[in-house]
């Protein structure tokens, strides 16, 4: 028998070994469980392996217990640290996240030949979520026999290590076709602190992070300062691995954000990234629009040439919005934060998370039937109608006014858009409420052969050789483009708002960042 783990020193909890008996506990830590039942989300629970069964507590309270008899088959994840442990006709199964999945299985692996004399089978998906091979509470009932896994994929132990399985798939979600990419152990940076900047001023808040304006060396940059207790409370360890690794990539891609580097505290994580001073497209909107077609053009342009560079690494956005782009000194847009973002393994590849700003939002993301790629070209659609009209198309009354348009009504053009029967059809085409019927499916190529697009420069507009029509108001002051409401604001003590000694217990997590 292996040996025993016991995180939680759960053999002398009363508690719990009044619920679980004269079993011996081999295996006690915390885990996520995925929630699927309505939009995917991540519960904390404690996961207990015994010479008998798994269990799964939320604290002490006891959430449901599996004899390890009847345990089917475990299904792992080659792009993240998922793995399902799949129950026979009795069972539903149970989709867990753990950096500890590796010492998990090898445990749940020797207990199960013990009790059964067989090997515990095995599948290996090349993918980083794993909820479409999950059989809930509800399909069971419905179907005893239900199982999402060819049996023809299932092999035993010494096949799954034979296989390169080795149990040690102990990845975060990054697919393979990033890998090389993504920059590892380059962009931390040891010994820092807030007290090596100069913090000028606040001149964002998103909802997981307040921005700054800096110097740092003399130079102009911008903090994004993010708190550790509202990510770890709010699940989102896995998004901001994925946004550091992106904004530690693409060198040579100038349409995207790309980080100088980053640094921790005790409570914060901060983003040291460049200095935008044109401000963000929707200031710059508000300002000078709405814009004529040619004007939408060119920054239509470069929007797609974002999302088309995003979509062929695999990466799907999710969060199109006006004050996501920032304006260069030269009068070009760049894309920034990446929190929102997902690495899908292959084009028709779903995600069932209600994710994104309400006004862009697509009807499949509205529904949970699940989104991909094209999720971002309605995105867009929204996008390119609020430059040309100063609004987005869908926006009146409640939220739940303005989801039930994006899901039934059909775009309507006021008065405020001068929009030629050309500019109509494209808009049209991109608000498809179906993404199978929407353009973007040949990306960048199909978006700009589209007749909107007939009198613009695409190429000098990419290559960033075309004069731009309009231009940020660059001067002295730094402040110039970003509003009062924020740079008004009296600058956080960035130690303050959270208890150190509660982020004491959750620091090791952030420790992966590092990587």
Not at 92 to 114: C, G, H, P
Not at 153 to 164: G, H, V, Y
């Amino acid at each position: 028998m292996v040996e025993r783990i016991d995180k939680l020193n759960f053999e002398d909890n009363s508690s719990i070994k009044e619920k679980i008996g004269d079993e011996n506990i081999y295996f006690s830590d915390k885990v996520f469980k995925i929630n699927t039942s309505i939009f995917t989300k991540k519960q904390e629970r404690n996961f207990v392996i015994t010479d008998q069964a798994i269990y799964n507590f939320k604290g002490t309270e006891l959430k449901r217990r599996i004899n390890i008899e009847n345990i089917k088959c475990i299904t792992i994840a080659k792009l993240s640290d998922e793995f399902i442990i799949h129950g026979d006709e009795n069972e539903y199964d149970y989709l867990f996240i753990s950096q500890e999945r590796k010492k998990i299985i090898n445990i749940l692996q020797a207990v199960y030949e013990t009790l059964t004399h067989k090997n515990l089978l095995f599948c290996i998906k090349n993918a980083s979520e794993l909820s479409k091979f999950l059989v809930v509470k509800k399909e069971r009932k419905k179907n005893p026999n239900l199982f999402k896994i060819d049996k023809k994929e299932l092999m035993s132990i010494k096949e799954f290590i034979d296989s390169d399985g080795s149990l040690n798939l102990n990845t975060h979600p990054s697919s393979q076709k990033l890998e090389e990419e993504f920059t590892k152990n380059k962009t931390y940076k040891e010994g820092i602190s807030f007290s090596d900047f100069e913090i000028i001023a606040l001149i964002g808040q998103g909802n997981t992070s307040n921005i700054y304006l800096a110097k740092y060396e003399d130079d102009f940059v911008t903090l994004k300062v993010i708190d550790k207790a509202y990510i770890y409370d709010n699940d989102m360890i896995d998004n901001i691995i994925l946004e550091k690794n992106i904004l530690s990539s693409f060198y040579n891609e100038k349409y995207l954000c790309h980080m100088k580097f980053f640094f921790m505290t005790n409570t914060k994580i901060c983003f040291v990234l460049p200095f935008y001073p044109g401000g963000d497209l929707y200031s710059f909107l508000e300002s000078k629009g709405p814009f004529d077609d040619s004007t939408a053009a060119f920054y239509g342009v470069q929007v797609a040439h974002m999302l088309s560079f995003l979509h062929s690494k695999n990466i799907v956005y999710r969060d199109i919005k006006l004050e996501n782009f920032m304006l260069n000194e030269n009068g070009y847009l760049v894309l920034i934060d990446f929190g929102s973002c997902k690495i899908i393994e292959e084009k028709t590849e779903l995600q069932c998370s209600f994710d994104g700003s309400i006004d862009y939002m697509a009807p499949e993301v509205i529904s949970g039937e699940g989104h991909g790629l094209m999720a971002d070209w309605w995105s867009y659609g929204i996008l390119m109608y609020e430059l040309l009209s100063g609004k987005p198309p869908f926006h009146e009354g409640s939220t739940e006014r303005i989801l039930d348009l994006i899901t039934n009504a059909n775009v309507r053009f006021n008065s405020k858009i001068k929009a030629s029967s050309v500019t109509r059809d494209f808009i049209n085409k991109l608000l498809k409420k179906s993404p199978k019927e929407r353009i973007g499916q040949n990306e960048f190529s199909q978006i700009t052969t589209h007749h909107f697009f007939q009198s613009t420069n695409v190429n000098a507009i990419v290559n960033q050789k075309f004069t731009p029509p309009l231009m940020p108001n660059i001067t002295e002051d730094a402040l110039e483009n970003f509003e009062a409401i924020f740079t008004n604001q009296e600058i956080e003590d960035f130690e303050e708002s959270t208890n150190p000694e509660e982020i004491d217990n959750i620091n090791d997590i952030f420790e992966e960042m590092k990587k």
